[in-house]
């Protein structure tokens, strides 16, 4: 593909193939015009870039759609989808930069403003009722490495409020919750950037002062008049149920229903994203992996929870199919983790696809999932 500048971008004009953020998500089919909007919302997000196979038009493509085979009440829906999900992605970009000007705030200053936090959460939940599968996508996206925990912090709240809501948690407490994820990792503000940045082995008095940053994150929160529910998720987010964990090495049922949740979003963003000092797991291989070699240092049922709210298949993992045709997944199944719905993106003839074409395996008789696929492989 060919980077496009995002100041080049022309108001009302058409690109005659998909255009991509980066190298996962699509931010304009080519029926969808480039609006004021998404430019100005590019250059908040400071992406000075695009990336597309096709070429720009002032006007759509005709070849690209036959009137007489595309009924005009697909369309608008279509449309309206488009437009939800320009809504969502735009609401995660800004929930990103809302918490990092938190954070700022209460290192330059000494505030917590809980109630703003409070509303932002409630905003969440919200969002998630209109499509929780489309905001779920976005906690795979790669972000920068210097500024990683923010978009932590984010993706592990998110991920917590799908589980708690697989687990009918009531409004109250997944808003207690999402406020546990969002400030889960606050005590790291009083870890120097050097060791969290390093790509070199920590020694041991190094190692302490990380691991320190449970203790420091509950006494910020309690100085702060938290409750103790809440505060307690950031004393206990990478304690283990078999007792391995820090930093009291407590387990079982003594560690509180939020921490087992937060311990498990965490530990499965934290395997899927870059670090200084690590490379990325492909999700489904990490999903594997939280659901064989480490079950027994989680909560069985959140894992189980985990796996209905992002699937087998993670949200936003490449695939290979039996039809040898190659997609997304696209949405979960509330019935069978194990058969997502498929966006596909390239045909059994290597093409990209530029119209909607979705496979549902639990349906679709004879077609399965192969294996996952890198971003280079499709």
């Known amino acids: 593909m060919k980077n496009i500048s995002v100041a080049s971008l022309m108001p009302h004009s058409f690109f005659t193939t998909p255009v991509y953020l980066d190298e996962k998500y699509i931010i304009l089919s080519p029926d969808i015009p480039v609006t004021v909007d998404l430019i100005n919302r590019l250059k908040t997000w400071n992406y000075s870039q695009v990336c597309t196979d096709g070429e720009s038009l002032l006007q759509p493509d005709e070849g690209l759609s036959d009137e007489n085979t595309i009924k005009e009440g697909i369309l608008d829906r279509t449309i309206q989808e488009q437009e939800k999900h320009q809504k969502i992605m735009n609401f995660y970009f800004e929930l990103i930069s809302y918490l990092d000007t938190f954070i700022k705030d209460f290192m330059k200053k000494n505030e917590l403003d809980l109630p703003g936090i409070i509303n932002k959460v409630k905003e969440i939940i919200e969002i998630m009722k209109e499509d929780k599968d489309f905001l779920l996508h976005f906690t795979a996206k790669k972000h920068p490495e210097e500024n990683y925990l923010i978009p932590h912090a984010v993706n592990s ?8 809501d697989y687990l009918n948690l009531p409004p109250h407490k997944l808003i207690d919750l999402g406020v546990a994820g969002l400030l889960h990792e606050i005590g790291m503000s009083k870890v120097p950037q050097t060791l969290l940045m390093g790509q070199r082995k920590l020694s041991m008095e190094e190692k302490k002062t990380v691991v320190a940053h449970t203790l420091w994150g ?44 937060i311990a498990v979003t965490c530990s499965f963003d934290s395997s899927v994203s870059k670090r200084p000092y690590k490379n990325p797991v492909d999700a489904h291989k990490a999903m594997l992996y939280l659901l064989s070699t ?7 049922r959140v894992l189980k929870a985990l796996v209905y709210t992002l699937s087998i298949f993670p949200l936003g993992s490449f695939v290979l199919l039996s039809n040898n045709t190659k997609g997304m997944v696209y949405r979960t199944n509330p019935g069978n983790p194990k ?11 290597g093409k990209e696809i530029t119209k909607p074409v979705f496979i549902e395996i639990s349906k679709d008789k004879g077609i399965s999932i192969l294996r996952t696929l890198s971003y280079e492989e499709l």
């Open 157 to 164: 709240a998110i991920i917590a409020l799908g589980i708690g």
């Open 218 to 261: 509950y006494r910020i929160l309690k100085n702060f008049s938290v409750p103790d529910n809440i505060a307690a998720v950031s004393l206990e987010h990478h304690e283990r149920t078999d007792g391995s964990g820090y930093p009291r090495k407590i387990q079982g049922d003594t560690i509180s229903l939020y921490s087992r949740i």
């Open 294 to 300: 480490q079950k027994t240092r989680y909560d069985e």
């Open 339 to 349: 058969a997502p719905i498929i966006k596909v993106i390239i045909d059994e003839n």
